[in-house]
């Protein structure tokens, strides 16, 4: 293929969280394979090999989809915008993209990420053709639950050439919140994200029972489900350790929820799924498989949460490269979110790094889950998921209790069957390739939703 001008605009920064990674990574491989590649974003740090990285000036705001804090923003979940705030965001945008796109000589190719507002912004550009690329948070967070978005999620969508998709679950959520656009269907293609397989690698420095989350600690992850689950797993293996990564408004209910069980006080932990959503700023919700659990817990659960008491680490927020390490080291990786999920990219790099990866088994997670399973064993294919459900907790516990039990010449062996499938399912040349393909509406290259 001939060299490209390929512009790609991204509204955040190039790491920490998943869309933030999948462009640094597309970015690096557009550029491998020779192109010029012009990406737009508010990254004023990092710095990637051959490519052209512009920052629009958006003033000291930051549209959010989940409200996280970003140094040098003031942050606000795209609700809270004012109109007047929007537009100033979106002429901003539209401003900067022009400008890239005229200095470059024009635009052959371009990707747009997320439902809003990426999409509509190049459409207002005029830049095409363009691909759109669905990631999760704008479609579940901001678009579905608030209409106030969709006049623009159909501007971008109706001016996209091809828009991606990780999952087939992702699909059907986006022709649902869009029914008004029916070639929306014709156009849609499985698009998911790919693994640094060089970063993302057994290394050799496995720790025995170490199990891992890493992710975002809000609600919705479904770490106090884990938290729940590991005075059961600990009760069968007395040497397992449960490192927690991420950073997230409900990082102090689950710290309480970790207390509460390291006295053994049940009380105080129905209390916090009593409260749920409030302890991350929300109003009062109960959380309904955690409250299930602790209605009636195990015989003798507390004694066995007081047992497991410093076997759970908070170990905060952690870079891309840290996470590669990390995931090495641990026997498994847990990934328990009760809310839809794009792609389960999570689970690919624990796989790609030979840690056992056990989801959520819904949307994209599912699917993830499902594409790992051939060539394993049919009794360890099973733990690669549990149903998200009342049951949750005690299936989590009983996923990684059978895996820590298993021989290590059995959990070897599906290692290797992990690390193998990921290296020949995801890698980011062939997402490369995708994109480019779907920014020229060459759609009979790439695979429908199933």
């Given at each position: 293929m001939a060299p490209m001008r390929v512009l790609l605009f991204h509204g955040y920064m190039l790491r920490g969280t998943g869309s933030n990674i999948y462009n640094a990574n597309l970015a690096r491989a557009l550029a491998d394979q020779g192109h010029e590649v012009h990406l737009l974003c508010q990254d004023r740090e990092t710095k990637i090999d051959g490519v052209e990285i512009h920052v629009p000036d958006i003033g000291g705001l930051l549209p959010v989809y989940v409200k996280d804090p970003y140094e040098g923003f003031e942050v606000k979940a795209?609700?809270?915008l004012t109109d007047a705030e929007l537009g100033s965001y979106l002429d901003a945008n539209v401003a900067a993209v022009r400008e890239a796109a005229g200095a470059a000589g024009g635009i052959d190719a371009a990707l747009a990420n997320h439902l809003v507002m990426g999409p509509a912004i190049l459409a207002r550009a005029g830049v095409s053709p363009f691909a759109a690329k669905i990631h999760g948070s704008a479609l579940e967070y901001t678009v579905k639950p608030h209409p106030r978005f969709l006049p623009y999620a159909y501007e971008g969508m109706e001016a996209a050439s091809g828009v991606l998709v990780g999952s087939a679950h992702t699909a059907k959520s986006l022709w649902d919140a869009?029914?008004?656009?029916?070639?929306?269907?014709?156009?849609?293609?499985?698009?998911?994200?790919?693994?640094?397989?060089?970063?993302?690698?057994?290394?050799?420095?496995?720790?025995?029972?170490?199990?891992?989350?890493?992710?975002?600690?809000?609600?919705?992850?479904?770490?106090?489900?884990?938290?729940?689950?590991?005075?059961l797993v600990r009760a069968e293996h007395p040497d397992a350790q449960l490192q927690v990564a991420g950073f997230g408004e409900y990082e102090d209910g689950l710290r309480r929820l970790l207390a509460s069980l390291e006295r053994g006080d049940l009380d105080d932990a129905r209390q916090v799924a009593r409260l749920g959503w409030a302890l991350e700023g929300g109003e009062a919700k109960p959380l309904k498989i955690l409250s299930a659990f602790f209605a009636d817990p195990p015989a003798n659960y507390a004694e066995r949460a007081k047992a497991a008491a410093g076997s759970v680490e908070f170990i905060g927020r952690?870079?891309?490269?840290?996470?590669?390490?990390?995931?090495?080291?641990?026997?498994?990786?847990?990934?328990?979110?009760?809310?839809?999920?794009?792609?389960?990219?999570v689970a690919v790099e624990a796989a790609a790094s030979g840690a056992l990866p056990v989801s959520a088994g819904h949307s994209g997670m599912l699917e993830v889950s499902r594409q790992l399973a051939p060539g394993l064993p049919v009794e360890i294919s099973r733990l690669l998921s549990f149903p998200v459900e009342v049951g949750a907790v005690e299936a989590?516990?009983?996923?990684?209790?059978?895996?820590?039990?298993?021989?290590?010449?059995?959990?070897?062996?599906?290692?290797?069957?992990?690390?193998?499938?990921?290296?020949?399912?995801?890698?980011?040349?062939g997402v490369a390739r995708d994109i480019l393909a779907a920014s020229a509406g060459s759609l009979g290259e790439l695979p429908p939703p199933a």
């Open positions: 795209f609700p809270e869009l029914p008004d656009f029916p070639g929306l269907k014709l156009k849609t293609r499985l698009g998911p994200p790919g693994v640094d397989v060089e970063g993302f690698a057994p290394s050799g420095a496995r720790r025995s029972g170490l199990v891992s989350f890493v992710g975002k600690l809000i609600v919705s992850k479904g770490v106090d489900l884990l938290l729940a689950a590991w005075p952690l870079g891309h490269d840290q996470v590669a390490e990390l995931f090495p080291k641990a026997e498994i990786a847990v990934m328990p979110s009760t809310f839809p999920e794009a792609f389960g990219m989590i516990g009983d996923r990684l209790n059978r895996w820590l039990a298993l021989p290590e010449a059995e959990r070897e062996s599906a290692r290797r069957t992990l690390v193998e499938t990921v290296g020949r399912l995801w890698s980011w040349q």
